[in-house]
T-cell receptor, first 112, second 112 residues
């Protein structure tokens, strides 16, 4: 099993450009999460999903959108990138709430 | 809102010594407390977790203690080794949701 995978690993965007980050998991997990990690600020939840077709906002949702059309995939979109969105983005999944979350390898995004 | 405070932000110990990292949470209804280890450039990985019906849990050189009255929990690493050097994150579940709040992380350096 590949576990949780993320595409791409690295990306550089110019301000105002858009992009989509893809997260895929092969563990049949119901719950999926998108976090951003910034120095000194830990992991902050952007959006999450508790099942196919559902999404919900986390702590820092502004400037991001998500979709969960298939159970195994969770997409994070940036419609108009800003330098403040420069960060490392981690996707995670779990089979239930209050259980271990399995993280992907991360995507390092730089917005210039 | 829910909050998790983690201390210290950095910790240096000599190889073979013990290390203790402490977290305090704000919502007394939180019932699941995982600890994640993140090596440089890698994804966070669960190393130990504890539920609110247990006061202490051990796994070889790692232990976690929970004090529900004081709303704090701690990670204890004994006989530290260079490979324990990493950033450690605590988290607390948010009652009624499928989410965690993460602490801001502790960078542990084990000096040989």
């Amino acid at each position: 099993n590949a576990g949780v995978t993320q595409t791409p690993k690295f990306r550089v965007l110019k301000t105002g450009q858009s992009m989509t980050l893809l997260c895929a998991q092969d563990m049949n997990h119901e719950y999926m999460y998108w976090y951003r990690q910034d120095p000194g600020m830990g992991l902050r939840l952007i959006h999450y999903s508790v099942g196919e077709g559902t999404t919900a906002k986390g702590e820092v949702p502004d400037g991001y959108n998500v979709s969960r059309l298939k159970k195994q995939n969770f997409l994070l979109g940036l419609e108009s990138a800003a330098p403040s969105q420069t960060s490392v983005y981690f996707c995670a999944s779990s089979w239930a709430g209050g259980r271990e979350q399995y993280f992907g390898p991360g995507t390092r995004l730089t917005v210039t | 809102g829910e909050n998790v405070e983690q201390h210290p932000s950095t910790l240096s110990v000599q190889e073979g010594d013990s290390a203790v990292i402490k977290c305090t949470y704000s919502d007394s209804a939180s019932n699941y407390f995982p600890w994640y280890k993140q090596e440089l450039g890698k994804r966070p990985q669960l190393i130990i977790d504890i539920r609110s019906n247990v006061g202490e849990k051990k796994d070889q050189r790692i232990a976690v203690t929970l004090n529900k009255t004081a709303k704090h929990f701690s990670l204890h690493i004994t006989e530290t080794q260079p490979e324990d050097s990493a950033v450690y994150f605590c988290a607390a579940s948010i009652p009624g949701t499928y989410k965690y709040i993460f602490g801001t992380g502790t960078r542990l350096k084990v000096l040989a």
